[in-house]
């Protein structure tokens, strides 16, 4: 499989076209942002840690019978992976209130939410992701109204699935950001990534961040730190020797 032209320039991943048309190489960097983009560093094995995570999770999905763009790993940073027409809409689905829904709506920090909320925010960073509604997407063109359905339905069961498999590595799922595309039928897959970057994550016994929020937060010498510990906890040890990060 070889890596043609860049067809997206992320903040963080590169996507590229390859000699099989169906397929695209995404190319995890080294890349940490905030803000829209506004702050930005490097930090040493950033990519390899989310495209290793990633893999792990779209494959823990699958065996869940949730279909993912995941095919596989080609390099520890670079997973080749199915061709998707992308929706762009980011899927937000949160157990537990915090960050925007508390600074936007009178909810105290902290408060369960069950049933969980699932949000829809356009991704364009030049309107700042405002968040959407069924008459917006409608209106936009975005989705259909069985689209939104569908998307609605595929946030919940990634929420079980990832609930139970984060909290048997002794880590609660506060939040995350999913993305969906189409494939060339139409069908609805789950693609982008799912890592420290897209996800709250909290110890489950002391309730400290795992996650990109630290960086949000200014602490970035720890940040890579905890991104490893969500490794070293949600990798078995093969798969660990096998990627020596
Ligand atoms: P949210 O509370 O909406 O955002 P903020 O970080 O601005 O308070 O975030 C909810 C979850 O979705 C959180 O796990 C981070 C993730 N997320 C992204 O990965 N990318 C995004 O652009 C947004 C808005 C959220």
């Known amino acids: 499989m070889e890596r043609k032209e860049l067809i997206n320039g992320g903040k963080v991943k590169s996507v590229y076209n390859t000699t099989d048309e169906d397929k695209v190489i995404i190319e995890f960097r080294d890349d940490m942002t905030a803000g829209d983009g506004e702050r930005k560093e490097v930090m040493n094995k950033k990519?390899?840690?989310n495209a290793v995570i990633s893999s792990k999770i779209f494959q823990y999905l699958e065996s869940k019978g949730i279909k993912t763009q995941f095919i596989e790993?080609?390099?520890?940073?670079?997973?080749?992976?199915?061709?998707?027409?992308?929706?762009?809409?980011?899927?937000?689905?949160?157990?537990?209130?915090?960050?925007?829904?508390?600074r936007k709506y009178p909810i105290e920090d902290g408060t369960k939410l069950d049933p969980p909320i699932v949000q829809m925010d356009y991704k364009d960073d030049e309107f700042h992701d405002p968040m959407l509604n069924y008459s917006i997407i409608k209106a936009l063109g975005i989705a259909t109204q069985d689209e939104i359905d569908i998307?609605?339905?595929?946030?919940g069961k990634v929420n079980d699935a990832l609930r139970e498999f984060f909290d048997q590595a002794g880590i609660i799922l506060v939040d995350f950001k999913i993305e969906f595309g189409?494939?060339?039928e139409g069908?609805?897959?789950?693609?982008?990534?799912i890592s420290p970057d897209s996800c709250r994550l909290?110890?489950?016994e002391t309730l400290e961040m795992m996650d990109k929020e630290l960086f949000r937060k200014g602490k970035d010498d720890e940040v890579m730190d905890a991104y490893l510990e969500v490794y070293n906890r949600v990798l078995s040890d093969d798969d660990k020797s096998k990627y020596g990060l």
């Open 47 to 49: 990519g390899c840690l």
């Open 73 to 102: 790993l080609l390099e520890n940073n670079v997973m080749l992976a199915q061709k998707l027409d992308m929706i762009p809409i980011e899927v937000i689905v949160r157990n537990i209130a915090t960050g925007s829904l508390v």
């Open 151 to 155: 998307l609605v339905e595929l946030a």
């Open 182 to 184: 189409r494939d060339e």
């Open 187 to 193: 069908n609805i897959i789950l693609g982008d990534e």
């Open 202 to 204: 909290w110890d489950k």
